[in-house]
Every structure is written in C-alpha cells, then in structure tokens.
C-alpha cells in the first residue's frame, strides 16, 4: 500500500499569514504516461463531510478560492494557504488515486495563532 | 445542484448485517465511480472501496480490511449506490461517508453527509 504522511500534524498560523502543508507519499503517484499526478487534497470541517479542494496535485476546484494552491510532484506535495482566513480552520488531508487501496495522510490540523 | 444523501446507519450487533444506501441527484450517476470513505471516532479516514462506472466494467476494489465481508452495487437506473456489510466487527464503527468519482481514476468531487454505524452488542 501507498503511505501517504503528512507535516505537520497540526499548524497554527495567524490571521492573514501563509500556511504549509506538506505530504509525502511511499512511492511516485506521478503516471508517466500522462504527466500526472494522482493527488488530491481536502479540506474536512467539523459536522461536515470533506470537501474537494485540490486534483491532480494542482487544480484547484471551481469555488475553491484561489489562496488554496497545490504544487509538487512525483513523491512530494504541498498544499499552500496563501493568507489564512477564519473560515480555514480546519484539517486537511491529503489523498492518493494512483492505485488501490486509496489512502489518505494523517491530516494537519490548522488552527489561528 | 448536487445531493449525495447516505443512509442506513444504526446501532447493530456484532455480527450481524446492515446495508447503507447513497441516493444521487444533480449529476449524471451513471458516470461516475461510487465510492465509500469512513472514519472512525477519532480517526483518520479510510478508503473502503468502490464500484466503477459501468463504462468501465462496473467492477469493484475493497480495503484489505472489508474484503469479503462489504460488497458494493449500484442501480444507475435509480440514482443509488448501496453498502452491504456483513460479518459486522466492533472495530467498523464510524461514519461512512458516500461519495463521487468522474471517471475511471480521479479524486473524490462529491460528498454525502455521512451516516453514523455503531457496532456494539
């Protein structure tokens, strides 16, 4: 099985700054036939189901404000928040499809300094 | 607009069985990979397998974890996806969580709400 591990596993950032998230996977999701890779990243809220943010390592979803970027290849990736925002107070995961069984990091838990 | 509403959750002894349905409106079923994630109290999530667009074979992939004892199947004709778990164990207690894949490969566009199965005699 693919191990997806995040860092860190939790981040607190101030209103307004910039936060990291960095995942790392066991082996390459990068399918060289096609140039891509086979990352998604999510944002989870609390009573709430998770929420597409991010495929394909870097597109970002219709809706999703664009301070939420994703980058990386291969075996590792980063989800970026550009400017945090209240709203963001969340966990993030990060999750392969490159091949069965799917799996998901361990999440990071972003809260306001 | 999109809907994915799971149900069928309960208390259930270990054991026994218990199916969970996940009924789709707002986008074409049919083309789309139906996928089940849970999460255990406290846990992290947890691919449970999913069932392939008929365009794609209609086939299905399980955890390590389920295999043999959740089966996954869909009706396109009416927009649901079903859970079928048997041979229930304490340690499947969480929320299941239904969810939408376009395609044959792609991450997870669309969510149910989840619905809470606690195993528990």
């Known amino acids: 099985d693919i191990v997806m591990t995040q860092s860190p596993d939790s981040l607190a950032v101030s209103l307004g700054e910039r936060a990291t998230i960095n995942c790392k996977s066991s082996?390459?999701?990068?399918?060289?036939?096609?140039?891509?890779?086979?990352l998604a990243w999510y944002q989870h809220k609390p009573g709430l189901p998770p929420k597409l943010l991010i495929s394909?390592?870097?597109t970002r979803e219709s809706g999703v404000p664009d301070r939420f970027s994703g980058s990386g290849s291969g075996t590792d990736f980063s989800l970026t928040i550009s400017s945090l925002q209240a709203e963001d107070v969340a966990i993030y995961y990060c999750?392969?499809?490159?091949?069965?069984?799917?799996?998901f990091g361990q999440g990071t838990k972003v809260e306001v300094k | 607009e999109v809907q994915l509403v799971d149900s069928g959750g309960g208390l259930v002894q270990p054991g026994r069985s218990l199916r969970l349905s996940c009924s789709g409106t707002?986008?074409?079923?049919?083309?789309?990979?139906m996928a089940w994630v849970r999460q255990a109290p406290g846990k992290d999530l947890e691919w449970v397998g999913f069932?392939?667009?008929?365009?794609?074979?209609?086939?299905?992939e399980y955890a390590a974890s389920v295999r043999g004892r959740f089966t996954i199947s869909r009706d396109d004709s009416k927009g649901v996806a079903y859970l079928q778990m048997n041979s229930l164990k304490t340690e499947d207690t969480a929320v299941y969580f239904c969810?939408?894949?376009?395609?044959?490969?792609?991450?997870?566009?669309?969510w149910g709400q989840g619905t809470l199965l606690t195993v528990s005699s």
């Open positions: 082996q390459t999701i990068l399918y060289s036939s096609n140039n891509k890779n086979y």
């Open positions: 969810t939408a894949s376009f395609g044959y490969k792609n991450s997870l566009g669309y």
């Open positions: 069932i392939r667009a008929n365009t794609y074979g209609g086939t299905t």
């Open positions: 999750q392969q499809f490159y091949t069965t069984p799917w799996t």
């Open positions: 394909w390592a870097s």
């Open positions: 707002g986008f074409r079923f049919a083309d789309y990979a």
